[in-house]
Nanobody, 118 residues
Framework: QVQLVESGGGLVQPGGSLRLSCAAS????????MGWYRQTPGKQRELVAT???????NYADSVKGRFTISRDNAKNTVSLQMNSLKPDDTAVYYC????????????WGQGTQVTVSS
């Protein structure tokens, strides 16, 4: 079994910062791409940022220059540093990882709420 556990969500004022973290555990052989997605009620889940095992990153246009994704391959963790937060960033944020366990598959965390409001 593989688990992804997120932490770090919460309430922040516009212009503020938050850092999300996600740790993968279980029967893990290797982890390929890790990333963050977000979803608001009535909308599809959307990509925020991804990072490969080699460190190549990809960001949604809406977060470029404000968010930074990083990972620690030794600890099987991925983080998302979010700066200059806007009300439009309010969403449930989900960690995702493509993991080779018993088989290769895509795994999701349970989600963490981020609310940007004054």
């Amino acid at each position: 079994q593989v688990q992804l556990v997120e932490s770090g969500g919460g309430l922040v004022q516009p212009g503020g910062s938050l850092r999300l973290s996600c740790a993968a555990s279980g029967n893990i052989v290797s982890i390929y791409v890790m990333g963050w997605y977000r979803q608001t009620p009535g909308k599809q889940r959307e990509l925020v940022a991804t990072i490969t095992s080699g460190g190549s990153t990809n960001y949604a246009d809406s977060v470029k220059g404000r968010f930074t994704i990083s990972r620690d391959n030794a600890k099987n963790t991925v983080s998302l540093q979010m700066n200059s937060l806007k009300p439009d960033d309010t969403a449930v944020y989900y960690c995702n990882a493509e993991i080779h366990s018993t088989y290769r598959g895509s795994y999701w965390g349970q989600g963490t709420q981020v609310t940007v409001s004054s």
